[in-house]
């Protein structure tokens, strides 16, 4: 069984950072895709960031410059360091990873953790 736990998250105002953190367990091996989503009342839940096992990211571009994605792969954690926040990244942050096995590959997704922006 695998389990993806959130952490992180809060309010902050316009300006400020927060990070959130992704952990994974469970029987799985290999290093494997970690993706960050967010969803915003009203909004379908979009893309942010991307990390794959090998450390290559890519990010949507309302985000390039100001948001990191990180792993550390021997904690089977995933990162999101938000910097410059701004009222429009006000969402439901979840995390998710991808894990390929004999059938095929699976999603697994974290709880979402609020993230609110606002003076």
């Known amino acids: 069984q695998v389990q993806v736990v959130q952490s992180g998250g809060g309010l902050v105002q316009p300006g400020g950072s927060l990070r959130l953190s992704c952990a994974a367990s469970?029987?799985?091996?290999?290093?494997?895709?970690m993706t960050w989503y967010r969803q915003a009342p009203g909004n379908q839940r979009e893309w942010v960031a991307r990390?794959?096992?090998?450390?290559?990211?890519t990010y949507t571009d309302s985000v390039k410059g100001r948001f990191t994605i990180s792993r550390d792969n021997a904690k089977n954690t995933a990162y999101l360091q938000m910097n410059a926040l701004k009222p429009e990244d006000t969402a439901v942050y979840f995390c998710?990873?991808?894990?390929?096995?004999?059938?095929?590959?699976?999603?697994?997704w974290g709880q979402g953790t609020q993230v609110t922006v606002s003076p």
């Open positions: 998710k990873i991808e894990i390929s096995w004999y059938y095929g590959i699976e999603d697994y």
């Open positions: 469970g029987d799985f091996g290999g290093f494997y895709p």
């Open positions: 990390i794959t096992g090998a450390g290559a990211t």
